[in-house]
């Protein structure tokens, strides 16, 4: 049974601060990703990775960055917490090739920034 | 670019009653389309994928290339059906790059 595990399920930070999110998955998969899911906006596309030390933007990259130094483990960091980045964070995880689509999600991280 | 449109918010039937949740697509070239699933306090996962062309759950979705729309479809509503359902699309061998919509809240009364 694939696990993608959050290390943080709530989270309350003040603007300005640095935040770190910790996505670990024990699937061995290549790609992971990050997502944001707002109601009304659905799930957007934060960062992406198809491997150790690869990352790529997604559509909303601005303000936040991502770092893969393992392929089990993909980190999302906001440099300087503001108040739009409160939301919902999702890890997701798959493997690589074609015509696979089923990303495996972690159970989200809720981020409120005062 | 690609987009998915799910052009409803919300969607409340009673149980037995047939559902169609919406999903419509743009994107030049030849997609792959999925439904994912929410319920209350879970995951979201897979619900089913237009390759598979497989029902699940009692859910079915047919790609329509014509009219670029991948409705999700179940003759008769149950009370367990009722969460938030979204459309997502990956262009061919992009690796599980997904762009989802909106997605919609299904709620289905006793």
């Known amino acids: 049974d694939v696990k993608v595990t959050q290390s943080s399920r709530y989270l309350v930070k003040r603007t300005g601060e640095k935040v770190f999110l910790e996505c670990v998955q024990d699937?061995?998969?290549?790609?992971m990703f990050w997502y944001r899911q707002d109601p009304g906006l659905g799930l957007r596309l934060i960062y992406f990775?198809?491997?150790?030390?690869?990352?790529e933007k997604g559509d909303i990259p601005e303000g936040y960055s991502v770092s893969r130094e393992k392929k089990e483990r993909f980190s999302l960091i906001l440099e300087s917490a503001s108040t739009n980045q409160t939301s919902m964070y999702l890890c997701?995880?798959?493997?690589?090739?074609?015509?696979?689509?089923?990303?495996?999600f972690g159970e989200g991280s809720r981020l409120t920034v005062l | 670019a690609q987009r998915v449109t799910q052009p409803e918010k919300l969607l409340s039937v009673f149980k037995g009653a047939p559902v169609e949740l919406k999903c419509n697509y743009s994107?030049?070239?030849?997609?792959?389309l999925f439904w994912y699933v929410q319920y209350s306090r879970q995951r979201l996962q897979l619900l089913l994928r237009?390759?598979s062309r497989e029902s699940i759950k009692g859910f079915t979705a047919d790609l329509n290339k014509g009219e670029t729309s991948f409705h999700l479809k179940k003759p008769f509503a149950q009370e367990e059906d009722s969460a938030m359902y979204y459309c997502?699309?990956?262009?061919?061998?992009?690796?599980?790059?997904?762009?989802f919509g909106k997605g919609i809240t299904l709620s289905v009364r006793p």
């Open positions: 997701a995880s798959s493997f690589q090739g074609a015509n696979t689509g089923e990303l495996f």
């Open positions: 699937m061995d998969h290549e790609n």
């Open positions: 990775s198809y491997d150790v030390k690869m990352k």
């Open positions: 994107y030049s070239g030849s997609p792959e």
């Open positions: 237009h390759i």
């Open positions: 997502a699309l990956s262009p061919s061998g992009a690796n599980s790059k997904l762009t």
